[in-house]
């Protein structure tokens, strides 16, 4: 069995995507969504997408790494009109604009859109 270090903690998936998508429900109402890919037999999701200064920002919520955003990818290529995505995650912030990317700390999901909001 692995001991963690003090103060250490392991957030689920679940519970991520729970916090990220009460935090946003609180800051825009209920103009919070998702995106599922209409082609038959695809899986491709991401997890929320929200309206802000007139375009949609995809935002994918990860437990851990981040990993390989396939979905995110996906998304941004077939709606290139969207807003740079967010991967909001235990990583530090980062931003990769040659992939459209801005990775967020989990902790800033109440403050991202809310100003935007006019909340």
Partial sequence: ???????????????????????????????????????????????????????????EVKSGPAGRLRSLHLLLNEYPQCAPGLVLSEAPYAELPEQGLSFVPLYYAGTLLGQAAGR
């Fill in 1 to 59: 069995m692995r001991h963690r270090p003090a103060g250490e903690v392991r957030i689920s998936g679940a519970l991520a995507e729970q916090f990220v998508g009460q935090e946003l429900v609180a800051a825009l109402g209920d103009e919070v969504y998702c995106w599922l890919r209409p082609q038959k037999s695809s899986s491709a999701e991401v997890d929320y997408v929200v309206a802000s200064g007139g375009r949609a920002v995809p935002i």
